[in-house]
């Protein structure tokens, strides 16, 4: 089913690592896709074929010694790639475009996370992206010690943000909080550490709802 309005629906979802946004992220795909709606979806860093090699590189726990700003324009360039091979052609298609991550978690990792001017950080997104924004943001909130357990438990192996210090986490949480507090009309703040059914509905409603908001 092809969405009644020109440029599509834009979802992405962001947290602290080890909230559980790959799970709720596909949970809401199937439920999207059996309510007959055209999905696609995709994650940053990757989503590309250009964009999963630097992914590779950007989570390689071995990689000790990436620069600042390496790190940051390997995200940025990640994100211009999947901008013109994904995102943009999958709205002009008026699909549904699930995007794990994206520029909120720019400011978060690298603006709060690792101190890089935060006006910087949006100026540098805003190149990129201009005025576009997601039509919603569904945010997993979750202490970072919780996140960083469950994704020790869950047998992945820990990659190089994963890694950082608890201060680095700490800062990146209270980053994503400060942004949803900012515009909280585009965010569902969902607690991580509630029960997955109770996650599941809530953000299935809230996700239905913002789409009769937007679209009518
Ligand atoms: P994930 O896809 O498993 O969430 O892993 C991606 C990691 O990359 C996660 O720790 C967040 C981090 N990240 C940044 O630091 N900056 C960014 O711009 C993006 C998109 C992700």
Redo the contacts with the bound molecule.
């Keep these: 089913m092809k969405l009644k309005k020109k440029n599509g629906f834009f979802i992405t979802f962001e947290g602290p ?1 080890g909230g559980g ?2 799970t709720h992220i596909k949970l809401l795909a199937e439920f999207l896709k059996k309510k007959g709606y055209s999905v696609v979806l995709t ?4 989503g590309t074929a250009l964009g999963e090699d630097i ?1 590779d590189v ?2 390689d726990p071995r990689i000790k010694n990436l620069s600042l700003w390496s ?1 940051l324009f390997l ?2 360039s ?2 211009s790639q999947i901008l013109e091979e994904v995102i943009k052609p999958a709205l002009r298609s008026q699909k549904i475009v699930l995007c ?4 909120d ?2 400011v ?3 603006g709060f ?1 690792r101190k890089i001017d935060i006006d910087l950080i949006k100026n540098l997104n805003g190149l990129l992206v201009g005025e576009f924004k997601p039509d919603l943001t569904v945010l997993i909130d979750i202490e970072p010690e919780t996140g960083l357990e469950r994704s020790c438990v869950r047998g992945g192996k820990v ?1 190089r ?2 890694k950082e210090k608890i201060a680095f986490h700490r800062r990146v949480r209270n980053g994503y909080l400060d942004l949803s507090k900012k515009e909280s009309k585009r965010f569902l703040v969902v607690a991580g550490g509630d029960s997955l059914e109770k996650n599941k509905a809530i953000i299935q409603k809230g996700v239905l709802k913002r789409i009769k908001d937007v679209l009518g």
């Design positions: 690592d946004k790959s994650r940053e860093p990757g992914r950007l989570l790190e995200y940025l990640c994100r794990d991550r994206f520029t978690a720019t978060a990792y690298q996370g990659d943000i994963e």
